[in-house]
């Protein structure tokens, strides 16, 4: 079983429309949707929920109002402004400016605030018409999101192992922050999208950098290459110097973004030149992985 991911350095590249079409095409896989704080995955994919799993993140202060003596040494200790006087001076805790630290509940002389675990999203288990798919929520405000990203990778992994699978295929958060390396950890094989624009191909460098330092291996495609050709051909000088294979370039087409207002992957949606493409660039992973495989 091999675990496939699609990151971006940047948000907007595309790359949960390339793992719709990639959902419609690869054979035997499990998909997970691993960009839990904008997951959208499941508009394209339309899946129907047979688990719901409820996520712990961490803990937040919860102060309790008839012991408190209102002294204020927790509102001047918080450095996240999440506790605060009412006008009745009656202290108050704000769910979702509190960051969990714990200072509080330490100085508080009466003992009156206590750090309690919290409800920070859901995590599903689906079936889709593509296969099984495992995805998440992450609350407003919330954080821990590489945790979560963890066992939605834990039970799609689990998923394709049990029933004997060949990939899983995941549609990793844009970035380089800690959900992405919670994405990236331990995969055969990361394909990086990217756009021709300078803050594209700054971001790309970074994210296969960062790839590199997990010692994940990296391929790239380019989204809507034609809409500058200067940056697209700048795009595949860098990819061949730092020996990243190019897998594709996809053009820009409005019908694209048609098949996301419908809620189709591409490749169902319609049969033009970035759909085509977008099959291609599977067929060349598929090689990659199975090249990779073959050589051990």
Not at 80 to 109: L, Q, W
Not at 209 to 220: E, I, V
Not at 256 to 276: C, D, F, H, R
């Amino acid at each position: 079983m091999k675990q496939l991911v699609i990151i971006s350095g940047k948000g907007g590249t595309g790359k949960t429309i390339i793992s719709a079409a990639i959902a419609t095409i690869a054979q035997n896989k499990v998909m997970a949707d691993c960009d839990v704080d904008a997951a959208n995955l499941h508009l394209l994919l339309q899946p129907e929920i047979q688990e719901t799993h409820q996520f712990i993140g961490g803990d937040k202060a919860i102060i309790n109002i008839e012991e408190c003596t209102r002294c204020r040494e927790c509102v001047d200790v918080c450095r996240f402004d999440a506790i605060a006087e009412k006008e009745d001076e009656e202290i108050f805790i704000d769910p979702i400016s509190c960051e969990g630290c714990g200072v509080c509940s330490h100085v508080c002389p009466v003992d009156a605030i206590n750090m309690e675990k919290v409800i920070s999203g859901e995590w599903y288990v689906s079936k889709t018409k593509y296969g099984p798919f495992v995805h998440a929520r992450l609350g407003i405000g919330e954080e821990n999101s590489g945790k979560l990203v963890a066992d939605v990778r834990k039970k799609a992994k689990e998923i394709a192992e049990q029933n004997n699978m060949d990939f899983v295929i995941i549609d990793g958060p844009p970035g380089i922050g800690c959900p992405v390396i919670s994405s990236l950890s331990g995969t055969d094989l990361a394909l990086v999208v990217t756009e021709p624009t300078l803050a594209g191909i700054h971001d790309m460098e970074r994210v296969v950098q960062m790839a590199s330092h997990f010692k994940t291996r990296t391929a790239c495609c380019i989204n809507k290459f034609d809409i500058n050709l200067e940056n697209s051909a700048q795009i595949e000088i860098w990819c061949e110097k730092n020996s990243i294979p190019l897998l594709g370039k996809i053009p820009f087409d409005e019908e694209v973004t048609e098949s996301m207002v419908q809620g189709i992957p591409l490749t169902e949606y319609t049969k033009n030149s970035a759909s085509k493409e977008m099959k291609n660039i599977w067929e060349k992973l598929h090689t990659l992985i199975v090249r990779e495989e073959m050589t051990k």
